[in-house]
T-cell receptor, first 115, second 111 residues
Framework: DSGVTQTPKHLITATGQRVTLRCSPRSGDLSVYWYQQSLDQGLQFLIQ???????AKGNILERFSAQQFPDLHSELNLSSLELGDSALYFC??????????????FGPGTRLTVL | SQQGEEDPQALSIQEGENATMNCSYK?????LQWYRQNSGRGLVHLILIRSNEREKHSGRLRVTLDTSKKSSSLLITASRAADTASYFC???????????FGTGTRLKVLA
C-alpha cells in the first residue's frame, strides 16, 4: 500500500459526459501528479501540482482540468468524454515534486470506461 | 512521443535466470528512475540513479547509466516468478519538472 488513495476504482460513463477523479496523496507529500495509461499510448504524464500550484503540464487535453486543494487532495476533471479517453488514470504523490530526487508513490488507479 | 524507450518490449525467462532491460532517452537528465508495475496496478518505485552515478545496486537489482549514450539498463539477478511485471524507466529532463516514462518492458518469469 503506497498511501495514495484514488476514488473511484472504476467508472463507466457515456460519451459527452463529465467525470471527476479524486486523489489523496500520502501524508506529508506536497506534490501530486496525474497520469493516463492506455494500451496504445503507454503512461502519459498529464499534470503536476505542488502545494496547490500547478508546477508542470504534460500531454493534458483542454477538455481535462485538475486542481489541488488546500488540504492537498487533488481532482482531475474530464469533460466531453470520448471513447479514446478510456484508460487507467493514476495519481502519484511525492514529498517535494523537485524532479531531482523525488520518488513518486502511485495510487491504485481509476479505470475509466467510456461507452 | 515518449522520451524513454525500453528494449526489449517483452522478455520471457526461466526462474533463476538474469533479466536485463534497457532504456534510452533523448535529453539531458538530472536522474533516472526505474519503476515496476504489476498488471493493472500502480507503479512501484525500484531505484533512482543520479546523472553523476554510473552504477547502483539495490538487492537483486543493478542499474547502470551511460549519459554519453543516453541509456540505462536494469539487471534483475536470480529472477523469481514474483518479478513478473512491466518495468518502466522514468526521466525528468534537466530544467523541467516533467516526468516522462518509457514504453515499458513486460517481463515474464516462468517457474
Amino acid at each position: 500500500d503506497s498511501g495514495v488513495t484514488q476514488t473511484p476504482k472504476h467508472l463507466i460513463t457515456a460519451t459527452g459526459q463529465r467525470v471527476t477523479l479524486r486523489c489523496s496523496p500520502r501524508s506529508g507529500d506536497l506534490s501530486v501528479y496525474w497520469y493516463q495509461q492506455s494500451l496504445d499510448q503507454g503512461l502519459q504524464f498529464l499534470i503536476q501540482y505542488y502545494n496547490g500550484e500547478e508546477r508542470a503540464k504534460g500531454n493534458i487535453l483542454e477538455r481535462f482540468s485538475a486542481q489541488q486543494f488546500p488540504d492537498l487532495h487533488s481532482e482531475l476533471n474530464l469533460s466531453s468524454l470520448e471513447l479514446g479517453d478510456s484508460a487507467l488514470y493514476f495519481c502519484a504523490s511525492s514529498a517535494y515534486g523537485s524532479g531531482n530526487t523525488d520518488t513518486q508513490y502511485f495510487g491504485p488507479g481509476t479505470r475509466l470506461t467510456v461507452l | 512521443s515518449q522520451q524513454g524507450e525500453e528494449d526489449p518490449q517483452a522478455l520471457s525467462i526461466q526462474e533463476g535466470e538474469n533479466a536485463t532491460m534497457n532504456c534510452s532517452y533523448k535529453t539531458s537528465i538530472n536522474n533516472l528512475q526505474w519503476y515496476r508495475q504489476n498488471s493493472g496496478r500502480g507503479l512501484v518505485h525500484l531505484i533512482l540513479i543520479r546523472s553523476n552515478e554510473r552504477e547502483k545496486h539495490s538487492g537483486r537489482l543493478r542499474v547502470t547509466l551511460d549519459t554519453s549514450k543516453k541509456s540505462s539498463s536494469l539487471l534483475i539477478t536470480a529472477s523469481r516468478a514474483a518479478d513478473t511485471a512491466s518495468y518502466f524507466c522514468a526521466t525528468v529532463a534537466s530544467g523541467t519538472y516533467k516526468y516522462i516514462f518509457g514504453t515499458g518492458t513486460r517481463l515474464k518469469v516462468l517457474a
